[in-house]
């Protein structure tokens, strides 16, 4: 499942959540700057930003509790939230009884169906 919504209250914000399946990533303008992943954990980028960004990331729910790391961990945090998404829904429809094998390697999702 796949749904992108404004997370702020301001109409044509370019504050946007991209939820896919039970992972959603939070973005101010083009930029990554939250994933909420599969197990509810919430991290945010340390990365400081314009204050149009700091503003939009004030608005997302429960940024203040949020695991604080480097751009790029948030990225891999992302990579991989969304690999092991990807895992559990081709599992779920057990691909002819073959289970999928999800490998993250310098930053690149490889998805292959195990013979």
């Given at each position: 499942?796949?749904?992108?919504?404004?997370?702020?209250s301001?109409?044509?914000s370019?504050?946007?959540?991209?939820?896919?399946?039970?992972?959603?990533?939070?973005f101010?303008?083009?930029?990554l700057?939250?994933?909420?992943?599969?197990?509810?954990n919430?991290?945010?980028?340390?990365?400081?930003y314009?204050l149009?960004?700091?503003?939009?990331?004030?608005?997302?729910?429960g940024?203040?509790?949020a695991?604080?790391?480097?751009?790029?961990?948030?990225?891999y945090?992302?990579?991989?939230s969304?690999?092991?998404?990807?895992?559990?829904?081709?599992?779920?429809?057990?691909?002819g009884?073959?289970l999928p094998?999800?490998?993250?390697?310098?930053?690149?999702?490889?998805?292959?169906?195990?013979?």
């Open positions: 499942m796949f749904s992108a919504t404004n997370y702020t301001q109409q044509g370019n504050a946007k959540r991209v939820s896919i399946g039970n992972v959603d990533l939070y101010s303008y083009d930029v700057v939250a994933v909420d992943d599969q197990d509810a919430l991290y945010a980028t340390l990365q400081k314009s149009t960004t700091a503003r939009h990331m004030h608005q997302i729910t940024i203040e509790k695991i604080r790391v480097s751009q790029r961990d948030l990225e945090i992302a990579l991989v969304l690999a092991q998404e990807m895992k559990e829904q081709l599992s779920a429809e057990h691909v009884g073959r094998k999800i490998v993250v390697k310098d930053n690149n999702v490889m998805v292959a169906i195990q013979q």
